[in-house]
């Protein structure tokens, strides 16, 4: 069975994206070094040329704009972002120009861009290099904000964001994500439109609703429970988190009665609030537990490698609420997953980036 990484997948998506358009233009800070934004954008620039792919200077709200005006003037953009908490540089571009340009013109004009953004822990980075801010560009409307969370994920929605959608698309790639091995064969069957939420795992007893990196530890603690319980987590990969499934969800929650909501980001005003005010607000009658919800810790990210792991949530944690939730293993005191078990699929992260 082969296998492709989340880093290929991604690659492939940007070498198609500049082969399949030649209005594609690709660039950011580190797109054309050595490791070429951790090696997805490797080897492009020589392929397509500098005038499609191009370092930029270290100016995001000059250079968002420039993505604006690029879009405007027929080119696709692409846009990539080192680190996420560089966008808030860029958010007046984003949210008061980008998201509103549609609307403002009576959709006279269509802005098409993706703008890709890397999120998540390392190697102990701090809390201005670790933030994962999705709630803050989700809450503005006319921007798509996906998650990938696997290398088919990744790979469609991209070819789909370049060939089909007609506004602003914003991913957030998880660094955790890009040395995970995926098994090309196992499909992500994403129908028409892959901006949208997905049923990765069916179960029976606890819906699980994950957002990116976090979609791999439900599908780790779903395996490690089945192992030792008759438990079956249901997972759903949100995904598009400005454009939630809400029906799958609910489904789910009808069915099980009980639901996890797994987030990178903190809890407050963001996705874990928001899968909880859709069940609430639609069919708070279906669930027979409260709902649980698993963000990073509500501080700031600490710089400190065995503090910033204790800082995200884990499969560990997944799985010691899904047995909580259970009827009989309250309190459960069952087997949970070694520290370094849980971290053995993860790289060990050296620096500098």
């Not at 358009?21 to 080897?43: A, E, M, Y």
């Not at 792919?53 to 405007?72: K, N, W």
């Not at 991209?158 to 602003?168: I, K, T």
């Not at 091995?181 to 901006?195: A, T």
Request: hydrophobic share 40%; with cysteine.
């Amino acid at each position: 069975m082969s296998s492709i990484t989340y880093r290929e997948a991604v690659t492939a998506a940007m070498r198609h994206a500049m082969e399949s358009r030649d209005n594609t233009i690709l660039f950011g800070l580190g797109v054309t070094d050595h490791v070429g934004i951790f090696g997805t954008t490797s080897g492009l620039e020589e392929a397509f040329g500098p005038e499609r792919v191009f370092e930029t200077p270290i100016s995001e709200d000059s250079m968002t704009g420039f993505a604006l005006g690029a879009s405007l003037s027929g080119l696709y953009p692409i846009h990539v972002h080192i680190r996420a908490d560089f966008m808030l540089l860029a958010m007046n571009q984003l949210i008061n120009s980008i998201a509103k340009y549609r609307y403002m013109y009576g959709g006279l004009f269509e802005v098409p861009m993706l703008v890709r953004s890397i999120i998540g822990r390392s190697w102990g980075q701090g809390a201005q290099h670790s933030q994962s801010l999705q709630a803050l560009l989700a809450h503005a409307p006319g921007l798509h904000v996906v998650m990938p969370a696997s290398a088919e994920s990744a790979r469609a929605t991209y070819r789909y964001a370049v060939e089909s959608c007609r506004g602003p698309v914003i991913s957030l790639e998880h660094r955790l994500l890009y040395d995970y091995s995926f098994n090309e064969e196992l499909s992500w069957d994403p129908g028409d439109n892959p901006l949208s939420s997905f049923l990765i795992r069916p179960g029976n007893d606890v819906t699980i609703v994950a957002t990116s990196v976090m979609v791999q530890e439900a599908i780790r603690a779903a395996d490690f429970i089945a192992q030792r319980e008759d438990i079956g987590l249901e997972i759903i990969d949100m995904h598009c988190i400005t454009h939630p499934d809400e029906e799958l969800i609910l489904k789910s929650v009808r069915k099980t009665g009980r639901l996890i909501v797994v987030d990178t980001s903190w809890a407050s005003f963001g996705v874990c609030a928001e899968v909880a005010r859709i069940v609430a607000c639609r069919e708070p009658q279906a669930l027979k537990q409260p709902i649980v919800c698993l963000p990073v810790a509500k501080a700031s990210c600490p710089t400190a490698k065995k503090l910033e792991n204790w800082f995200y949530p884990d499969m560990s944690d997944i799985i010691s609420a899904a047995y909580s939730l259970c009827p009989g293993r309250e309190g459960h005191g069952r087997e949970l997953p070694s520290e370094e078990y849980v971290s053995q699929v993860h790289k060990s992260f050296r620096g500098p980036f």
